[in-house]
């Protein structure tokens, strides 16, 4: 990890409009599950449900794409990567330091809102608070270096984003049970089960596809991003 690339890229991030969606999901979340503890007094049920359906299946893919892209796409947009890459620093690790740098956001804007919800709705039972934070985490880190990839291949990497956020993720991979197993939100649901022993959370995936599929997408997706940066350099075009 470059300090220099990872302190230009916090300060680009976090000083422009993004702060206020990366916060919006969160803040979203867990007064939804404050909501909820009042309504339903605590419901174990519903705590997963929410997990699900929103933490995992909804917020963490937008967030991973507000992360994700962020961290480069608008870099690359307004020319200010030439500028980075002119200095003695690998493309690869430039890659890398920015897909750290989405990482770190997935889990303070997504894990610990996660594990914040789920507590406020369901304590300490079962572990359902630590299982969905961990499934998580492992899921925002395959978001991150997926959409981190997406904004380094193509300039319409949000619009391309979203589209894959909200309909494959979202509506395809959380309700057709043959696209389960291609979904990452449902590869951190599966490893939410492995920590929780909840008997509400489901789990279509086996961890024997999920933790392989999670991993094969991260490490490819920063080292392709790396090479592709590293063509970018040579061309200077996308």
Avoid: C
Avoid at 86 to 108: C, E
């Amino acid at each position: 990890m470059n300090p220099v690339v990872a302190g230009i890229t916090y300060r680009a991030l976090l000083g422009r409009r993004r702060i206020i969606l990366l916060l919006l999901l969160p803040l979203a979340l867990i007064g939804l599950a404050v909501l909820f503890r009042v309504l339903s007094g605590g419901d174990q049920r519903a705590a997963v449900e929410l997990m699900q359906k929103f933490a995992i299946g909804t917020m963490l893919p937008l967030l991973g794409l507000i992360a994700g892209t962020g961290v480069i796409a608008p870099e690359i947009d307004d020319g200010t990567i030439l500028h980075l890459m002119s200095k003695p620093i690998s493309r690869p690790v430039i890659a890398q330091t920015k897909f750290l740098v989405a990482v770190s956001l997935m889990a303070l804007f997504g894990a610990v809102p996660t594990y914040l919800a789920a507590w406020i709705m369901a304590g300490n039972e079962d572990g359902i608070a630590p299982g969905f934070a961990l499934g998580a985490l492992v899921a925002g880190i395959a978001y991150a270096a997926l959409f981190l990839l997406l904004g380094v291949i193509t300039r319409h990497a949000v619009t391309i984003g979203i589209i894959y956020a909200i309909v494959w993720e979202s509506v395809v991979g959380g309700f057709m049970p043959g696209a389960h197993k291609f979904s990452i939100q449902q590869w951190g649901q599966t490893i939410a089960k492995q920590i929780s022993d909840s008997t509400f959370i489901d789990a279509d995936v086996a961890l024997s596809f999920a933790l392989p599929a999670l991993i094969v997408v991260t490490v490819v997706g920063v080292l392709w991003a790396g090479e592709r940066l590293r063509v970018f350099s040579l061309t200077g075009d996308e």
